[in-house]
């Protein structure tokens, strides 16, 4: 019944070939076996050629002609037919009529029938549209049923079929192996392995084994049964490896998840080659003609900080003050000897060889002309980067006093204060107390007072009961070249001593660089950055300014400084703002004064990751405090401590766009010093490790 129906609705498509072929030929097939079916196809065809006749415009068996017109008389009105008055006779009679009256009654005839007729069929044709146009009307109405009972069909299978694949993907078992992909000899190295089903979650799962091998398939390291309830297993590799140069290691895993799924991961490691950092000095920093350098150099291994345990190749080298270089020595490590042909002792330590240790000595001849001398020692292999010491030959007769100065301030500027901290000792040590001391200040071969005007007087002084004394002065407020010098003679009853030391001038020019903490200064949230102060001598300056966004005062900076501990005065400093996308941020320098130009921030950026480290400096078993703002998209991030060339932590995150995410990393106790942390985005590569691109640092 249901086909019939389906038939009467398509039953005109198909008289009038509408239909697909598919459709078609399943309607002619169900028509052969359907005889109620065939009556409505005959009826159709019937009304089908009504309408095909009612939509006739020509007809051409029917000829109309005008009738005959007689003229009309002056007293006859012109009428269509000429009348004709014919009398009742009681008698009937049998009517003739011409041919040309028949023709037109029949033509009378005709015309009243022909519109009636095509009247008939105009309203039986609407009613016949209008019933089509209901069909069709069903129809679609049918077929977006249908379409919508498709959608909810298919969407719902979709959401089957996604819930089956997500039931098997959490069976699944993957491991994730992060870690150093260089095993360093004589260290822990240490690697994070997380277990993870098809849908990359973290789930219980326990580690049957790890194991390092080399490539002969002997075990070199085990552990088994290792428990892993979140997901996260830190293993170990001990520093009593027992690797030596070019073994290849493999590090093998197998974990089994809580369902019974196991998964195996094999992956090749590669033995570090030792990186070496060398430490040389000579007995003093300064020479008389006629006296003996003694020198010494020190190679670690740059990672443990433990003499090296192969055999260096050193060779020595001395560079004149006229830049010529000389060769003093070379051998190795284990049996350096002098120029002289003198062995040198090889160090030991409980009747062992302490490798890694060279020495040596340069006689200087009495005529040796004075100056700066530069001690070089290489490796002929390149095991480190060459170092060097620097120390002074001095033909001057010998002084009778030891005289220190400092400036408490790196660099000054026109119409600043300058103050000088001084401090003289006696041979003996003892401090020059309460004696006079004179100073001159001379800029641009001119003389000045304290006051900073021009005067030939000496500024006058006194040291205190420790030899120490303040020199104060101000600097004239127009200097036109800067060259610039204080000069303070001690008094010790004889000849006075003097001491020169150049005053760090800055007139209208300082080299400004700014490191925002993590690399990039990223929009949107608060930035740290350092800067660098320097004079266009590349001298370390002091500076005060304001930070600004057009005109905009954002932030003031300062360079560190501390009149009591000069050393501590290195033109650096720290500031902290919230750059905004597409600002362009400059710096106004207030002091020293006369600075013209604005040195420009790096450009902001719109995406990326902020880092910050909030303490700068920890103590033992503190760990590394992280904070990370991701800012653009959503990412997977890889977090590493590293020390001396060497990774001891690292955690792996996944930041969402926008977020902040803190972490800790553990430094390694026994290894102290300046830790570096990299923030890695981990991105899918053709190989079998996902490729790190660095972030921030």
């Known amino acids: 019944m249901d086909r019939c129906r389906d038939f009467e609705l398509q039953v005109l498509e198909y008289l009038y070939d509408l239909l697909d072929a598919d459709q078609a030929e399943a309607v002619r097939l169900h028509l052969e076996q359907c005889a109620p079916c065939q009556t409505t196809l005959r009826k159709a065809k019937q009304q089908q050629q009504l309408l095909a006749t009612a939509a006739r415009l020509e007809f051409p068996a029917v000829q109309f002609e005008p009738p005959g017109v007689t003229q009309p008389t002056a007293h006859e009105p012109v009428l269509p037919f000429t009348p004709r008055v014919v009398e009742e006779k009681p008698v009937r009679r049998r009517i003739r009529f011409s041919w040309r009256v028949t023709l037109r009654i029949a033509a009378s005839v005709l015309v009243l029938l022909i519109p009636a007729a095509f009247a008939w069929d105009y309203q039986s044709a609407q009613r016949e549209v209008a019933r089509i146009n209901r069909a069709q009307a069903a129809l679609q109405s049918h077929v977006d049923q249908l379409g919508n009972q498709q959608a909810l069909l298919g969407l719902k299978r979709q959401e089957q079929l996604n819930e089956v694949h997500h039931a098997v993907r959490a069976r699944q078992l993957k491991l994730i192996v992060s870690g150093p992909g260089d095993v360093q000899a004589g260290a822990s190295n240490e690697y994070q392995i997380q277990t993870r089903d098809g849908n990359d979650h973290l789930v219980a799962a326990t580690i049957l084994s790890a194991r390092v091998v080399d490539q002969r398939g002997q075990v070199l390291f085990k552990e088994e049964d290792l428990k892993s309830p979140e997901g996260n297993h830190r293993l170990t590799l001990p520093p009593t490896l027992p690797v030596k140069p070019g073994t290849q290691l493999s590090l093998e895993v197998v974990a089994r998840a809580e369902n019974g799924s196991r998964s195996e991961l094999r992956d090749q490691l590669t033995l570090a080659t030792p990186s070496y950092v060398t430490h040389l000095t000579t007995d003093k920093p300064m020479y008389n003609p006629g006296e003996t350098v003694f020198f010494r150099s020190l190679t670690l291994e740059r990672s443990t900080l433990k003499p090296a345990e192969e055999p260096l190749q050193l060779s020595y080298s001395i560079t004149t003050p006229t830049r010529e270089e000389k060769p003093l020595l070379q051998g190795q490590t284990t049996s350096l000897a002098s120029r002289g042909g003198r062995p040198s002792e090889t160090p030991q330590h409980n009747g062992q060889v302490i490798r890694g240790v060279g020495a040596g000595e340069w006689q200087l001849g009495s005529d040796i002309a004075g100056g700066e001398y530069v001690l070089t020692v290489r490796e002929a292999s390149n095991r480190f980067a060459p170092e060097e010491r620097r120390f002074v030959v001095n033909n001057y007769p010998r002084p009778r006093l030891n005289k220190q100065l400092d400036f408490a301030r790196k660099t000054y500027g026109p119409g600043d204060e300058v103050v000088a901290s001084c401090r003289v000792l006696t041979n003996g040590g003892g401090p020059l107390a309460g004696r006079p001391v004179r100073a001159t200040v001379s800029i641009d071969d001119q003389l000045y007072d304290a006051q900073g005007k021009v005067s030939t007087e000496p500024l006058r002084f006194k040291t205190d009961d420790q030899g120490k004394v303040l020199v104060r002065f101000k600097l004239p407020r127009h200097i036109e ?183 800790q990393l553990n430094p390694d106790q026994n290894a102290g010093g300046v830790y570096r942390i990299t923030v890695f985005e981990e991105q899918r590569s053709n190989g079998p490790r996902a490729a790190l691109i660095p972030l921030a640092e």
């Open 481 to 663: 070249r800067g060259q610039a010098s204080l000069t303070v003679n001690f008094d010790d009853g004889g000849t006075p001593e003097p001491l020169v030391r150049t005053i760090p001038l800055v007139l209208d020019r300082l080299n400004v660089e700014f490191f925002p903490e993590g690399g990039d200064l990223v929009t949107g949230v608060p930035n740290r950055v350092y800067f660098q102060v320097e004079t266009p001598l590349g001298k370390p300056a002091d500076l005060k300014g304001r930070i600004l966004d057009g005109e905009t005062e954002v932030a003031r900076i300062e360079t560190l400084n501390d009149e009591k501990e000069p050393g501590v005065n290195q033109g650096q400093g720290m500031f902290t703002f919230t750059p905004k996308a597409g600002h362009q941020y400059t710096l106004a320098i207030e002091s020293p004064p006369n600075i013209k130009t604005r040195p420009a921030l790096p450009p902001i950026k719109e995406e990326g990751v902020v880092l910050h480290i909030p303490d700068p400096v920890t103590i033992p078993h503190q760990p590394i405090r992280v904070q990370l703002n991701n800012i653009g998209k959503e990412r997977s991030l890889l977090v590493g401590a590293y020390c001396r060339g060497r990774l001891f932590d690292h955690r792996s995150v996944v930041a969402k766009a926008n977020q902040s995410v803190n972490l």
